[in-house]
């Protein structure tokens, strides 16, 4: 009887050392673009913190009526409880630094961010332009650091009800 060659069933040892050094060189590769990445990207809790203040201070200002009401006073000071319209927004946070309460107290933790608001008349598509309002909220953190995040920008549009 002819012996027939075996057919043998696995790898042998330096096929796996082969497939085990391909393997590690692709992890290497995989965890130094990681690490690229997430040194030089921004810190996502601030980018979360920032829209978190644009957003809150949008919904607050689109709450407002649009126009003053006959009788409705004129705010006299800085603090966010006398607006009363969303025209009393126009100019807030240009001399403030961090964020405040609407009472005008400034909130722990959160003095390295700053807002300012804009609001202008503007002319929308079949809406005149003393009917449509344009607001603008733009929300920065300070520092020095070149990772920080830009600006985030917030626009929106409010038109007379009536």
Known sequence: MLNKPRRSAGVTLVELIVALVIIGV??????AVYTA????????VIVQQMEAIADN???????????????????????????N???DYDGYGA????????EGNQIPGLERYNVAVSVKSTTLT?????????????????????????????????????
């Not at 692709?26 to 965890?31: E, I, R, S, W, Y």
């Not at 990445?37 to 996502?44: A, L, N, W």
């Open 37 to 44: 990445t997430t040194r030089s990207s921004t810190d996502p």
């Open 126 to 162: 079949n809406v005149p332009s003393p009917d449509a309002l344009r607001i603008v909220v733009t929300v920065t953190v300070s520092g020095t650091d070149p990772s920080l995040p830009k600006p985030i920008v917030l626009t929106g549009w409010r038109t007379n009800p009536s």
């Open 57 to 83: 201070m949008m919904e607050e200002i689109l709450m407002k009526p649009f126009a003053r009401q006959p009788g409705m006073p004129a705010p006299a000071a800085a603090d966010r409880v006398n607006y």
């Open 85 to 87: 319209t969303v025209s």
């Open 95 to 102: 001399n403030l630094q961090g964020i405040r309460d609407v």
């Open 26 to 31: 692709a992890l290497a590769g995989m965890v």
